[in-house]
């Protein structure tokens, strides 16, 4: 089922540590958790080690995996205030080589509970040092905002993955986006760098979507992924099940998009690496 990935792909960073991806975007409901889950996914069957750290207070990514919120023991939270160590907080998944970091609703306070703490923009950066070379890829699946999570996580990666929801204000909020990683690269992270864009809940029966796509494309040339990700139905009742759409239903449109999205970057990770 995955026989389109690239099967020997070597890990990106050259001293063996997990590269670190950031998927965000400020705008809500554009993708970002179901892009998290399911690249992981697929990464994860094409034998890399993967982890999701969730660090979105509403814990989608942590649920979708099937991990329901009294099941959470130690969360990105304890992680943040520097109560619990990352390796006690990983916790594995069923699906083979995928781990998870869960969320809890704490988050929702963390922002102004750690507007004192020492080095508050590298809290997540400093607690994932010491996992850094069990996993090969490291996705953090972003909240909807631009605050101090957001940029714990822009602080803590190699790069930020921005899905897309192709509609009228993207194109705004998308530069925004773009400006203020600039500003994270300059005075924080200066390895930070977009990793690329995808194009989510694209629908081929609406011109807006492809007038969207045509612009994204104009301006951002080849950051954009060819993988363009179609509106699926399938991809919508995946995560009531609990389960990534890869395992609720492999062959659907939705499915098939991610694991082309995946074999993608994996390549271009290959590249950056070459
Ligand atoms: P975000 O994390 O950016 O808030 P989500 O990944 O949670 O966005 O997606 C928002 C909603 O859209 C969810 O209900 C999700 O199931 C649905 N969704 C995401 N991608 C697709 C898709 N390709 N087709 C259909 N529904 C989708
Ligand atoms: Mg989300």
């Known amino acids: 089922m995955f026989a389109k990935l690239p099967d020997k792909i070597v890990t990106p960073n050259k001293d063996g540590s997990a590269r670190v991806l950031a998927i965000a975007n400020q705008k809500g409901g554009v993708g970002k958790t179901t892009t998290a889950v ?8 094409c034998d890399k080690r993967v982890l999701i750290i969730d660090i979105d207070a509403q814990g989608n990514a942590s649920t979708g995996l099937g991990l329901e919120a009294p099941n959470r023991k130690i969360t ?3 992680l943040l205030i520097g109560r619990n160590n990352a390796s006690e907080a990983v916790v594995k998944t069923s699906i083979p080589n995928l781990s998870l970091i869960p969320s809890s609703v704490d988050l929702s306070g963390a922002e102004i509970e750690l507007i004192d703490a020492d080095r508050r923009e590298y809290r997540l950066k400093d607690t994932i040092k010491t996992i850094l070379h069990d996993f090969d890829y490291i996705l953090i699946d972003c909240p909807p905002a631009l605050g101090l999570l957001t940029l714990n996580a822009f602080c803590a990666s190699d ?3 921005v899905p897309l929801q192709c509609e009228f204000y993207a194109l705004e909020g998308l530069s925004h986006l773009i400006r203020t990683i600039e500003r994270v690269k300059r005075a924080f992270n200066p390895r930070l760098e977009i990793q690329g864009v995808v194009l989510t809940m694209y629908d ?3 011109n807006l979507s492809d007038m969207v796509a045509a612009d994204v494309r104009d301006y ?3 950051k954009v992924y060819e993988t363009v990700i179609p509106r699926n139905v399938r991809v919508s009742e995946a995560p009531s099940h609990g389960k990534p759409v890869l395992l609720y239903d492999v062959n659907c449109r939705g499915s098939q998009a991610y694991i082309h999205l995946a074999s993608e970057i994996l390549k271009r990770e290959r590249r950056l690496s070459a």
């Open 204 to 206: 081929k029966r609406n």
């Open 159 to 161: 790069a930020v993955l």
């Open 220 to 222: 951002f040339g080849d």
């Open 38 to 45: 399911n690249l992981a996914t697929a990464m994860a069957a």
């Open 76 to 78: 990105s939270y304890d």
